[in-house]
Nanobody, 115 residues
Framework: QVQLVESGGGLVQPGGSLRLSCAASGFTFSRYAMSWYRQAPGKERELVASISRRSGTTNYADSVKGRFIISRDNAKNTLYLQMNSLKPEDTAMYYC????????WGQGTQVTVSS
């Protein structure tokens, strides 16, 4: 059974940091490129960051460049998103997404940036 389980979300003040994790199981994690998406209320889901299978290539949305870092540990089947200098506009549900031979979504973890 394929599972992507996000964790690490929560309430943080502007300027703060959070580290999201996505634990994968039920498929060969190292064979899949991975991404983080987010969706704010009333808005479409948008790509935040992506990483290639062996971490050689990363891409970021312009809105998070220089503040967020995507990484992965294939030995632990885990994807990460380090989020620094958080802004209120980063408030959203964050999802991890595996894409390769098949496509899998996690259930999401809520990030709220507010004072």
């Amino acid at each position: 059974q394929v599972q992507l389980v996000e964790s690490g979300g929560g309430l943080v003040q502007p300027g703060g940091s959070l580290r999201l994790s996505c634990a994968a199981s039920g498929f060969t994690f190292s064979r899949y490129a991975m991404s983080w998406y987010r969706q704010a209320p009333g808005k479409e889901r948008e790509l935040v960051a992506s990483i290639s299978r062996r971490s050689g290539t990363t891409n970021y949305a312009d809105s998070v460049k220089g503040r967020f870092i995507i990484s992965r540990d294939n030995a632990k089947n885990t994807l990460y998103l380090q989020m620094n200098s958080l802004k209120p506009e980063d408030t959203a549900m964050y999802y991890c997404y595996a894409h390769g031979d098949y496509y899998y979504w996690g259930q999401g973890t809520q990030v709220t940036v507010s004072s």
